[in-house]
């Protein structure tokens, strides 16, 4: 399945109250660091049936990312039950991002 956009509509629903682990990306379409995670992020997606994972655009939604003090990107935020659980800043290959998982 390919990563959920987010949105401040959305996102308490699919997060917040997702009894589970969630994977949101905090991205944006001119970081060039964002560029090269995000395709990692869409496999992720489509491998990992257990997790969701979850893209927010950081220009579109700023209320979301100001929330959880998003000052770089991409930066990564596992939720388990719905509370931060891991935070990665920065790019990072495929397998650090799944062992934040």
């Known amino acids: 399945m390919a990563a959920l956009h ?3 509509e959305n996102f308490r ?3 917040l ?3 589970g682990t969630a994977m949101v990306d905090f991205w944006a379409s001119w970081c060039g660091p ?4 995000g395709p990692i992020i869409e496999e992720i997606a489509k ?3 257990d997790v969701k994972v979850c893209k927010v655009n950081v220009d579109e939604q700023p209320d979301i990312a100001g929330k959880y003090n998003v000052m770089s990107i991409p930066t990564i935020i596992v939720f388990k039950n719905g509370e ?3 935070v990665s800043v ?6 650090e991002l799944l062992a934040l998982l």
Request: charged share 30%.
């Open 84 to 86: 931060p659980a891991t």
């Open 6 to 8: 987010l949105t401040t």
């Open 34 to 37: 964002c560029q090269m995670v």
């Open 13 to 15: 629903k699919e997060v």
């Open 47 to 49: 491998e990992r049936t």
């Open 90 to 95: 920065g790019a990072k290959p495929k397998g």
């Open 17 to 19: 109250e997702y009894e």
